[in-house]
């Protein structure tokens, strides 16, 4: 027997009081732990959803709107208001957020504005949180660690032969456009952060380029007049179509609503749909056409303030705004524990368990085509159920880590962009297998209602 099940005690840390950390708190709440505490750095529960002007905090830009449509970001037991648009907008995320917590009575677990500065595993599995915050700084030693954190923490940006000696600035440091007026400004990158940059700048900047250094697949937010997911969800989840089927027919339907990608000036891109993260944006396909926003190849090296392009051409710009993404960190971790910067794959079952340490948790680590949360809901059910011994750990977890890693939802991309990669219905449908695999008797309350997978 390993030293978590041989332990009777449930004093849990959660660390971050996003979306993930509250589903956290709720489900681990609602399975009778009372010993909570959750920290976050922030000075509002919410995570990047709560709006902030200072460039030094991580947190969505001014004209944030979901990408996932709400019938598949809400929670599965606590809806939307029914007048949200299908596409919420940060300010009503925040809302829902409050209220959620409000709801379920979260706050009390939550210390804000507490930084971890070191999570220190001890020998009997339980670990030391090392914290600063209004009190000062204190040591705690907790049962379990539910990390919920997510992985938006570190930005990455790359590196180019030469120097640029105009403004440049991370995606993350970006809030809104005023500071860009009359300026040259290029963003560096394919994904919704990059294209929903771009279409914001070009309002009000001289000039706006987009540089992408391959081909994405970019969809519609709406399609047949819907959203683009949930006529994904229904195709999923009413035929079982194989999945060369389900490439083929969804991109004719692209295809047919976006026209071939080539008449935007983007490149083609060389993966088929599914097995690339794609971009949801009907704005940047419509800027792009009108030439509000203009597209650039990828980038062969900085000049002062020109940038050469791997086509041979090159422009003089103001401002470069790296959307690149972020690398997966946890700098409060040991790296005994995770050293998961540059990796083309996570080593976690469900992709929230550690092969060698079962007292610890991830939730959301992840990145599905659509809402992250939604899922994480159900990953932090599966921890409280083993925390409360309900659910019983697998005794081969490493091998399964193991099937995990080589047996891909879909042929991602092997890059680390690609390195928490999941299909969202087909992880949903893992992670409620193995929630049934406990005792109806002891697994609690199934989700109320029918879910909008089900519905769509």
């Given amino acids: 027997m390993d030293a978590a099940k041989a332990r009777s005690g449930q004093r849990v840390c959660v660390v971050g009081a996003g979306p993930c950390g509250l589903t956290a708190l709720k489900n681990l709440s609602a399975a009778g732990i009372r010993d909570l505490v959750c920290y976050d750095e922030g000075q509002a529960i919410g995570g990047n959803w709560v709006f902030d002007e200072r460039p030094d905090r991580h947190s969505v830009y001014d004209v944030t709107h979901l990408i996932s449509s709400k019938r598949l970001s809400e929670f599965e037991d606590y809806p939307f208001p029914n007048d949200y648009p299908d596409y919420p907008s940060h300010r009503q995320i925040r809302s829902y957020f409050e209220d959620y917590a409000a709801h379920f009575g979260l706050l009390q677990f939550v210390r804000l504005a507490t930084r971890v500065l070191r999570a220190t595993l001890l020998p009997d599995q339980r670990w030391v949180i090392s914290s600063i915050g209004p009190q000062g700084a204190r040591e705690e030693t907790f049962d ?136 949801l944006s009907s704005d940047i396909l419509n800027a792009l056409r009108n030439g509000t926003v203009l597209s650039r190849v990828g980038i062969d090296r900085l000049e002062e303030n020109r940038v050469r392009f791997s086509d041979g051409t090159s422009e003089e710009f103001d401002v470069i705004i790296w959307a690149t993404g972020y690398r997966i960190s946890f700098p409060f971790l040991d790296k005994s524990v995770v050293t998961w910067e540059e990796a083309e794959s996570v080593p976690l079952y469900l992709k929230m368990m550690h092969g060698l340490v079962p007292s610890v948790f991830f939730i959301g680590l992840f990145q599905p085509i659509g809402c992250i949360w939604r899922l994480a809901d159900h990953q932090a059910r599966i921890a409280a159920l083993q925390i409360k011994g309900l659910l019983e750990r697998p005794d081969d977890i490493e091998a399964r880590i193991e099937r995990e890693v080589n047996s891909p939802h879909w042929r991602f991309d092997k890059v680390s962009r690609h390195a928490v990669e999941v299909d969202y219905h087909d992880f949903r449908h893992e992670l409620l297998k193995e929630i049934g695999s406990a005792s109806l008797s002891s697994a609690g309350p199934q989700p109320a209602g029918p879910s909008a997978d089900a519905a769509a």
């Fill in 144 to 279: 379990y660690l539910v990390v919920c954190t997510g992985h938006h923490r570190e930005p990455f940006t790359p590196e180019y032969p030469g120097r640029f000696s105009g403004e440049a600035l991370h995606s993350s440091e970006y809030k809104r456009p005023d500071i860009f007026k009359d300026k040259r400004v290029l963003v560096v990158g394919g994904g919704n952060s990059a294209c929903d940059i771009s279409v914001d700048l070009a309002r009000v900047a001289r000039k706006t380029c987009i540089s992408m250094r391959r081909g994405y697949h970019i969809l519609p937010k709406l399609m047949f007049g819907r959203p683009s997911d949930l006529l994904y969800a229904r195709l999923r989840n009413g035929f079982p179509l194989p999945r060369w089927l389900l490439q083929l027919l969804g991109s004719a339907a692209i295809r047919l609503f976006v026209g071939p990608l080539e008449k935007y000036g983007l490149q083609k891109p060389k993966g088929k749909l599914f097995e690339t993260h794609p971009t």
